[in-house]
């Protein structure tokens, strides 16, 4: 994901507190429902300020679904940083270090199972508007080849490696995730079961 230009830090606080605001109000009312109004409103702000950080509600939504990538990010490379080889079972992760490095991607985030509602409500409005379809679209690529890159090379100084392509594991293994995110949604779940991943995980990623 290319990185936008550096903001001041008045102006990167401001878009911090909408950020936050946000993320309320979807997990509260869905993104659908959401006004700007009340974005502003919860941020502390006028719906000048709003439009003045973000041209449209759906602006900010890519937004936050790249903060939210990006901190997913950030703990990916920490959590497994801080992984020796000593983890690593008959050529395969542990699975117990599995779930520790899911466990520490994921907290002190938007919790999944609340952020998956929100994010298949925009997919299906990004379905039905071809522009917001194609800013979503070159968003998820982005994300994915950043991701594919970054868990390469945090694999390879495990010593170990994807069996297939980095490009389909990675969509096998979001694919994965989100299908627990979406079965823990619905059965209204505390947290989002590792299970399938951890299996997915033994079959695409072994020792070099």
């Known amino acids: ?42 941020a502390g702000f006028t719906r000048g300020a709003f439009y003045s950080n973000f041209e449209s509600k759906e602006a900010l939504f890519l937004a936050l679904t790249e903060r939210q990538s990006r901190r997913h990010l950030a703990a990916l490379e920490a959590a497994v ?71 390469g090379r945090l694999l390879g100084g495990l010593g170990l490696r994807f069996t297939t392509d980095p490009g389909i594991a990675i969509d096998l293994l979001l694919g994965a995730w989100a299908a627990s995110a979406r079965d823990a949604a619905v059965a209204d779940a505390p947290d989002v079961a590792p299970a399938a991943l951890e299996a997915l995980v033994d079959l695409l990623i072994t020792q070099e």
């Open 1 to 42: 994901m290319t990185q936008p230009p550096p903001l001041s830090a008045r102006r990167a606080q401001t878009r911090e507190r909408l950020l936050d605001a946000a993320a309320a109000v979807f997990t509260h009312v869905g993104f659908g429902a959401a006004s700007v109004e009340a974005i502003a409103e919860e």
């Open 81 to 151: 940083a801080a992984l020796d080889s000593g983890v690593v079972h008959e050529r395969h992760l542990e699975r117990s270090v599995i779930r520790s490095v899911l466990a520490a991607v994921t907290e002190g985030k938007m919790p999944e199972r609340g952020w998956y509602p929100i994010n298949a409500e925009f997919e299906l409005l990004a379905m039905r508007a071809p522009e917001i379809g194609a800013a979503w679209t070159a968003q998820q690529r982005a994300m994915r080849a950043e991701l594919t890159e970054v868990l």
